[in-house]
């Protein structure tokens, strides 16, 4: 690899990379102002541009050597502090404003316990791991909100999948990291990439989209949920069998070496 460039344009180019990931806090601010002002049709759009926005600044990152140009700036921590106020915090303060949640005092706990999950979850050393995948749903609480909101969901109904899918948080399932994870990348992103389209076509007959529509978007969630669940049994099952082979061979050696002291006795007597 040839030694990174860090001119003037180099390092303008990696910095700008930077400052469109910090759009994301722009983004974040009007997304919780419009969702006082119930404004909620512009908030999801909003979603829409956040995940476009945190979908391709890796990319771009990778393409400026950005690690490399401006080691000084950390953009793991800008992407992390990004990702939390616009997929976890401004779905919640969506949800709550809109209605979804209970009213009262209650609201704000069950949006506090998703929150609260993300932060353990945000902190974690091994969240991402070194093979590009998340541990534990990975806070995608901005699709949550899509849907609840798109099909209408009631109070109880909300409610329950906010808990069901902070439990999951807490669960070590290995989900797909769509921009990153090697097994089935080009299927991963084409679907993602229909899948942000679907979005948007919801969006544009919200608030009476077609069922047909939700549907045929939530088969891209099916896949991602199937395809992670079958990479994590899979890499748990290689685990087993390496420590299985290795336990074997351990066994197979101290059998050899209990043999070769049965064949020699001066051996025997020196141990």
Same mark, same amino acid.
């Given at each position: 690899?040839? /030694?990174?460039?860090? =001119?003037?344009?180099?390092?303008?180019?990696?910095?700008?990379?930077?400052?469109?990931?910090?759009? =994301?806090?722009?983004?974040?601010?009007?997304?919780?102002?419009?969702?006082?002002?119930?404004?909620?049709?512009?908030?999801?759009?909003?979603?829409?541009?956040?995940?476009?926005?945190?979908?391709?600044?890796?990319?771009?990152?990778?393409?400026? %050597?950005?690690?490399?140009?401006?080691?000084?700036?950390?953009?793991?921590?800008?992407?992390?502090?990004?990702?939390?106020?616009?997929?976890?915090?401004?779905?919640?303060?969506?949800?709550?404003?809109?209605?979804?949640?209970? =009213?009262?005092?209650?609201?704000?706990?069950?949006?506090?316990?998703?929150?609260? /999950?993300?932060?353990?979850?945000?902190?974690?050393?091994?969240?991402?791991?070194?093979?590009?995948?998340?541990?534990?749903?990975?806070?995608?609480? #901005?699709?949550?909100?899509?849907?609840?909101?798109?099909?209408g969901a009631s109070t109880a109904a909300t409610t329950t999948t906010l808990l069901a899918?902070?439990?999951?948080?807490?669960?070590?399932?290995?989900?797909?990291?769509?921009? %990153?994870?090697?097994?089935?990348?080009?299927?991963?992103?084409?679907?993602?990439?229909?899948?942000?389209?679907?979005?948007?076509?919801?969006?544009?007959?919200?608030?009476?989209?077609?069922?047909?529509?939700?549907?045929?978007?939530g088969g891209y969630m099916l896949y991602y949920a199937a395809l992670s669940l079958r990479?994590?049994?899979?890499?748990? #099952?290689?685990? %087993?069998?390496?420590? =299985?082979?290795?336990?074997?061979?351990?066994?197979?050696? /101290?059998?050899?070496?209990?043999?070769?002291? %049965?064949?020699?006795?001066?051996?025997?007597?020196?141990?």
């Amino acid at each position: 690899m040839s /030694a990174p460039q860090s =001119g003037p344009w180099h390092r303008l180019g990696a910095m700008s990379v930077h400052a469109y990931t910090a759009l =994301g806090v722009v983004l974040a601010l009007l997304m919780v102002h419009m969702s006082y002002a119930g404004e909620v049709e512009i908030v999801l759009w909003l979603f829409l541009a956040a995940m476009i926005i945190d979908g391709s600044d890796g990319f771009l990152a990778r393409r400026f %050597r950005v690690k490399e140009v401006v080691p000084g700036f950390d953009g793991a921590l800008l992407d992390n502090i990004i990702d939390y106020i616009t997929y976890a915090f401004a779905p919640m303060v969506l949800l709550w404003s809109a209605g979804y949640l209970p =009213g009262g005092w209650l609201g704000g706990v069950v949006a506090s316990i998703p929150l609260l /999950a993300s932060c353990y979850q945000f902190c974690r050393s091994d969240a991402k791991t070194d093979d590009h995948f998340f541990v534990g749903f990975p806070s995608y609480w #901005n699709i949550a909100a899509f849907y609840l909101i798109v099909l209408g969901a009631s109070t109880a109904a909300t409610t329950t999948t906010l808990l069901a899918l902070t439990v999951l948080i807490f669960v070590p399932i290995k989900y797909v990291y769509p921009s %990153r994870t090697e097994t089935a990348w080009w299927l991963t992103m084409t679907l993602t990439t229909l899948w942000l389209g679907l979005y948007a076509l919801i969006l544009v007959q919200y608030p009476a989209p077609s069922l047909w529509l939700i549907v045929l978007s939530g088969g891209y969630m099916l896949y991602y949920a199937a395809l992670s669940l079958r990479l994590t049994l899979n890499r748990r #099952n290689q685990i %087993r069998d390496a420590a =299985g082979s290795a336990s074997a061979a351990d066994s197979s050696s /101290a059998v050899v070496g209990d043999e070769a002291v %049965r064949q020699c006795p001066h051996c025997a007597a020196e141990v």
